[in-house]
């Protein structure tokens, strides 16, 4: 297996097509030197494009990863930052957070002031002098373009943040966004596995495709439900997805959903949620699957339980 690297979106960053989610890093319950040593596992196996997102363990995972990647130091090593591409995403306010007992409602904020504050904390949690990739997390309701805009271009230009996305965000919203900024959004972090297939056809993939957009795919094994003994589109799915693991090699049948990922043509980048070295490397191999469009339209019918119109 070697790590395919792709650029996201139009003169976006050189990314690994794999990319190592921390969503669930404080649940994991690593000691210091056991997050290291993954985060370097991960390093060893291409997969160098890591998600984090201010809110993750009540906001403390982007600390808890940036004290344990810097071994205490006031940054991560240049060396090591070198290899690694960071993502962040900000934008939510969490309801009875115990880190920010002021947020009395969650709530949305794309407000300039607060996505340029969101970032500098995140900077100094993760002890990096960059961020590769911002996200808006979630889509606000009450955006005003021109502002969250204004935060994207202060950030860009004092050199904290390289390139800026959206998650979860419609075309539509996207487009509002894109509209005010003088530089392409390079990625869309949404919902997307064999088990939900909205953004094929709601719009989400044709405009990736169209202005070369990354889609980032959170939950690409549907957050578990893939392998759930009593859900019927699971039952149908592991059934095609073990016969053509087989066919294309002995693959399992969670690698054959993350390949059926990786072979739309906008360029899919799964966002995997395991803190085991052995299921990167497991995820990693997903890239050596090759499927036919036969074999992909027969997982989408077993996605829709229905045959191709």
């Known amino acids: 297996m070697v790590m395919q690297k792709m650029q996201m979106g139009v003169d976006g960053p050189n990314c690994s097509r794999i990319i190592a989610g921390f969503w669930r890093l404080k649940h994991w319950n690593m000691s210091v030197n056991s997050l290291l040593d993954f985060v370097h596992g991960c390093l060893h196996l291409g997969v160098s494009t890591l998600d984090h997102a201010d809110i993750y363990g009540d ?68 002890r990096t002098d960059y961020i590769d990739v911002l996200l808006i997390h979630r889509p606000d309701a009450l955006m005003n373009a021109d502002e969250t805009a204004r935060a994207f271009e202060q950030l860009h230009k004092e050199g904290k943040v390289r390139f800026f996305g959206v998650s979860n965000f419609s075309p539509s919203q996207l487009s509002l966004l894109q509209s005010r900024l003088p530089f392409p959004l390079v990625a869309n972090q949404v919902e997307c596995s064999v088990m939900h297939i909205d953004p094929l056809h709601d719009g989400t993939l044709d405009q990736c495709q169209e202005k070369r957009i990354a889609p980032m795919a959170w939950s690409p094994l549907a957050g578990g439900r893939l392998f759930s003994e009593h859900n019927e589109q699971a039952a149908r799915l592991r059934e095609v997805l073990a016969a053509i693991g087989e066919e294309t090699g002995g693959y399992t049948a969670d690698q054959v959903a993350l390949a059926w990922l990786l072979r739309h043509p906008s360029g899919i980048f799964p966002v995997i949620g395991t803190g085991k070295t052995g299921r990167v490397r497991s995820a990693a191999s997903a890239l050596d699957i090759s499927l036919s469009r036969e074999q992909w339209y027969r997982i989408w019918s077993a996605s829709t339980g229905t045959g191709v119109p």
């Not at 995403?89 to 969490?94: A, D, F, P, T, Y």
């Open 59 to 126: 906001y403390t995972c982007e600390r808890i990863f940036g004290e344990a990647v810097s071994g205490g130091s006031a940054k991560i090593p240049g060396s090591m930052r070198s290899q690694m591409q960071i993502v962040t995403k900000c934008g939510i306010g969490l309801q009875h957070s115990q880190t920010r007992p002021g947020i009395h409602h969650q709530h949305y904020n794309t407000d300039a002031d607060y996505v340029v504050g969101a970032a500098e904390a995140s900077l100094k949690h993760l």
